[in-house]
């Protein structure tokens, strides 16, 4: 959004005015499985649980994720078609791999960028020491802890990266981020 508004032009209804980020927490197990079990319900089809489950594994529990599933699952049963979870799970990747590309087409260390999320796709969780390791591995250059330090602060605000807890990064998830992030930093990293 920060993009989009950044780019308004001065004649522009939007142009100097402050904008507030709304933060919505992902939802609880529970919740996930209520908030699709309802949205099904509303729509007038009756799912598994199963299904719902698989759902709620692999979007996390992430509002705009359960959303998506929703749609495109009821999508597929409404026009005679057999919804794939998978398939939409790869799907919704596809988007984030298109943001994440984004991201780094307008970013000053694209390789870099794209170097931390692939050694946090490969470590999972991992401290600084062993992502500034891996990337300078990985790019056979020397870069520094507080270098990489600022890189990723900068992914956790786009929410590319998350902070398990102090000094332990990871990235989100919900598998279609996972998948995305992953495939766009090995399609840069091939460049």
Same mark, same amino acid.
């Given at each position: ?5 950044? *780019? ?6 939007? %142009? ?5 980020? =709304? ?13 699709? /079990? ?7 089809? +009756? =799912? ?9 594994? @692999? ?13 495109? %699952?009821? @999508? ?11 398939? =939409? ?11 994440? *590309? ?13 170097? /931390?999320?692939?050694?946090?796709? +490969? ?10 390791? @891996? ?16 890189? =990723?602060?900068?992914?956790?605000? %786009? ?8 000094? /332990? %990064? ?20 091939? *460049?």
């Amino acid at each position: 959004m920060e993009e989009v508004l950044k *780019q308004v032009e001065a004649e522009k209804p939007f %142009y100097g005015r402050n904008f507030i980020r =709304i933060y919505l927490d992902r939802f609880e197990v529970e919740k996930s499985k209520e908030f699709l /079990i309802r949205g099904f319900k509303e729509e007038g089809i +009756e =799912i598994s649980k199963d299904v719902v489950e698989k759902a709620v594994k @692999y979007f996390d529990g992430i509002p705009g994720w359960l959303a998506y599933f929703g749609r495109s %699952y009821t @999508y597929s049963l409404k026009h005679g078609l057999n919804p794939d979870i998978k398939e =939409i799970v790869k799907e919704a990747s596809k988007q984030v791999t298109s943001d994440f *590309q984004r991201f780094l087409k307008t970013s000053n260390s694209p390789y870099r960028y794209a170097g /931390i999320v692939l050694s946090l796709s +490969e470590l999972r969780k991992a401290r600084l020491k062993e992502i500034t390791s @891996y990337l300078s591995t990985l790019l056979k250059e020397n870069v520094s802890e507080g270098r990489v330090k600022e890189l =990723i602060d900068t992914l956790i605000n %786009y929410g590319f990266v998350i902070k398990v807890k102090l000094g /332990i %990064y990871s990235l989100p998830n919900d598998m279609p981020t996972k998948l995305g992030l992953r495939v766009s930093a090995k399609k840069w990293l091939r *460049q």
